[in-house]
């Protein structure tokens, strides 16, 4: 059974770097996509990106320009950053991964943690 | 980018009713839509894979069909744990994108 639990700082002041990590438990990193997703307060979902055990990334394009996922898997964790944050970025911010080798499909979600940035 | 359009946003219903939600692709995505409910200060849960597929787990009540750009979920008798906000999501071509959401109360 895949858990996920993530972490990271909740409280950013606008130009700063949004850093969040995902535990992973009951799989190895191998043969997974791991991915981040956003939730506005209020609003809906947004698809971050997605990164696997060897590296290989996936981002939106309407957010690459500032956003970097990478693993370790001597951790068995795989990390998100987004830089520089603006107050649009405040949002649930989520990792999930699915089955076996199968982009998109995402049935295992971590807690969420919220990322507030404001001056 | 690939739209994902839901309807309704919002949908009240009683308990043992049957409820449907639409989600309509601006292209063709083949299978690749899936389903999840979410309840207030959770995260997503998976019900249907693959347009079709009910998850691991899943009650049978809920159901989902369709292929191309056209895709319906159900819950076949309404249950007051049913109350949450349910999203589809296409796979077939990067980014993956979600519809707005159908938050249904009772």
């Known amino acids: 059974q895949v858990q996920l639990q993530q972490w990271g700082a909740g409280l950013l002041k606008p130009s700063e770097t949004l850093s969040l990590t995902c535990s992973v438990y009951g799989v190895s990193l191998r043969g997974y996509y791991w991915s981040w997703i956003r939730q506005p307060p209020g609003k809906g979902l947004e698809w971050i990106g997605e990164?696997?055990?060897?590296?290989?990334?996936n981002y939106n394009p309407s957010l690459k320009s500032r956003v970097t996922m990478s693993v370790d898997t001597s951790k068995n964790q795989f990390s998100l950053k987004l830089t520089p944050v603006t107050a649009a970025d405040t949002a649930v911010y989520y990792c999930a991964s699915g089955f076996t080798m199968v982009q998109g499909i995402l049935a295992n979600w971590g807690q969420g943690t919220l990322v507030t940035v404001s001056s | 980018d690939i739209q994902m359009t839901q309807s309704p946003s919002s949908l009240s219903a009683s308990v043992g009713d049957r409820v449907t939600i639409t989600c309509q692709a601006s292209?063709?995505?083949?299978?690749?839509l899936n389903w999840y409910q979410q309840k207030p200060g959770k995260a997503p849960k998976l019900l249907i894979y693959?347009?079709?597929n009910l998850e691991a787990g899943v009650s049978s009540r809920f159901s989902g069909s369709g292929s191309g750009t056209d895709f319906t979920f159900s819950i076949g008798s309404l249950q007051p744990e049913d109350i949450a906000t349910y999203y589809c999501q296409q796979y077939d071509d990067l980014p993956d994108t979600f519809g707005q959401g159908t938050k249904l109360e009772i």
């Open positions: 292209q063709g995505i083949s299978n690749r």
């Open positions: 693959d347009a079709s």
């Open positions: 990164i696997t055990h060897s590296g290989r990334t």
